[in-house]
């Protein structure tokens, strides 16, 4: 069982960028996914989340209206698509699955992460 976050890189300010998180060993469709980031010295955060039910799809005020997050079944996947970068999304980014029915589920609630990719928006 193992979840992978894939797709960081450096991106100038105003750029876009789609992170991947793809399960290997159990089907992401029974799963909510949450979207998490960590900057140097700063605690990990949440950013959004889709729930397992009906795929309500949840942001943090920092990235809404910029972010859009999404799944592929077919393709055990689940994506994060950033736009409009700013230098203050320069973190690691990680993916977690949990089979919680909540909307907003709990960091503590998540089962399985991935090994995190690192986003930097520089010019």
């Known amino acids: 069982v193992q979840l992978q976050a894939s797709g960081g890189g450096l991106v100038q300010p105003g750029g876009s960028l789609r992170l991947s998180c793809t399960a290997s060993?159990?089907?992401?469709?029974?799963?909510?996914i949450g979207w998490f980031r960590q900057a140097p010295g700063n605690e990990r955060e949440g950013v959004s989340c889709?729930?397992?039910?009906?795929?309500?799809?949840y942001y943090a005020d920092n990235v809404k209206g910029r972010f859009t997050i999404t799944r592929d079944n077919a393709a055990n996947t689940v994506y994060l698509q950033m736009g409009s970068l700013k230098p203050e999304d320069t973190a690691v980014y990680y993916c977690?699955?949990?089979?919680?029915?909540?909307?907003?589920?709990?960091?503590?609630?998540?089962?399985?992460w991935g090994q995190g990719t690192l986003v930097t928006v520089s010019s």
């Open positions: 889709i729930s397992r039910s009906d795929g309500t799809s």
């Open positions: 060993g159990f089907t992401l469709e029974d799963y909510a």
């Open positions: 977690a699955a949990t089979r919680s029915y909540s909307s907003v589920p709990r960091q503590s609630d998540y089962d399985y």
